[in-house]
């Protein structure tokens, strides 16, 4: 039950017509947050792998990444918005709270996700196909893990009634931490080439600094800066990716 509601609150697709979930499994999705990787980053593998049969790589990679986008509804990348707007023009921590829970863009936000969509367009897109489509899974479920350990470091930066999803991550207990490393690391196990593995610590690491960074700003986290985090280990991941292929 928990995991059909991470396939709900995760995607926009229709898996809410299966059955109702009660409310309170949505405070124990964060877990399957990797699991649910599975299917995004194997719809961007998939829709990569046959738009390049026919298309350019770096426009089959494009359509790789609109394809996660409409899946998932922005839903990671509004919180990217809002974190850079937060910390761009928030000075207090009440002020920086303020900004991100108002739903309105501002530059901040604007040219941050402009800065990120040109790496994450460019970047992999120098790569060949096969391992193209390995990263796709590969860096979705992994940097899901890495983001999703948030709720275990931090508690929530605002009173519940104050969430814009209306529902506050509990942390998980041992069975979840290892359901979400398990979800997390087996793609890496069975398509990532040996040669980029050292890439997988630089997620972990970028995971360690936003997490100090957040408890000096909020002594906390929020929504958006969860999918903030997913966002940043996994662009940290391509990068140090691309740079391994490079090199060795």
């Not at 509601?5 to 405070?27: G, M, N, S």
């Not at 809002?82 to 991100?100: N, P, V, Y």
């Not at 479920?141 to 529902?167: G, H, T």
Request: aromatic share 14%; net charge positive; hydrophobic share 55%.
């Amino acid at each position: 039950m928990n995991f059909l509601a991470a396939l709900i609150f995760f995607t926009r697709l229709p898996f809410w017509k299966i059955r109702e979930v009660p409310a309170e499994c949505f405070k124990h999705v964060v877990p399957y947050w990797p699991l649910v990787g599975w299917l995004t980053g194997g719809i961007m593998a998939g829709v990569l792998w046959l738009a390049a049969q026919v298309l350019p790589l770096p426009v089959a990679w494009l359509l790789a990444i609109l394809s996660r986008l409409l899946v998932t509804g922005c839903l990671h990348e509004d919180g990217l918005a809002d974190f850079f707007d937060g910390f761009g023009g928030g000075t207090t921590r009440e002020r920086i709270l303020a900004i991100m829970k108002d739903s309105h863009i501002g530059t901040y936000g604007i040219v941050g996700l402009i800065f990120y969509f040109l790496l994450f367009w460019q970047l992999p897109s120098r790569l060949p196909l096969s391992v193209l489509c390995a990263l796709a899974l590969c860096c979705d479920c992994w940097s899901k893990f890495c983001a999703s350990q948030i709720i275990n470091y931090l508690p929530y930066a605002r009173p519940e009634a104050e969430s814009k999803a209306k529902v506050v991550y509990s942390g998980m207990n041992r069975g979840e931490l290892i359901t979400a490393f398990v979800s997390g690391i087996l793609p890496l196990l069975f398509l990532l080439p040996l040669r980029l593995w050292p890439a997988t610590v630089v997620p972990m690491f970028v995971c360690l600094l936003l997490c100090r960074f957040l408890k000096k700003k909020l002594q906390g986290y929020t929504g958006d800066c969860c999918g903030a985090m997913f966002l940043l280990c996994e662009i940290s991941f391509y990068l140090c990716a691309v740079i391994l292929w490079k090199l060795l």
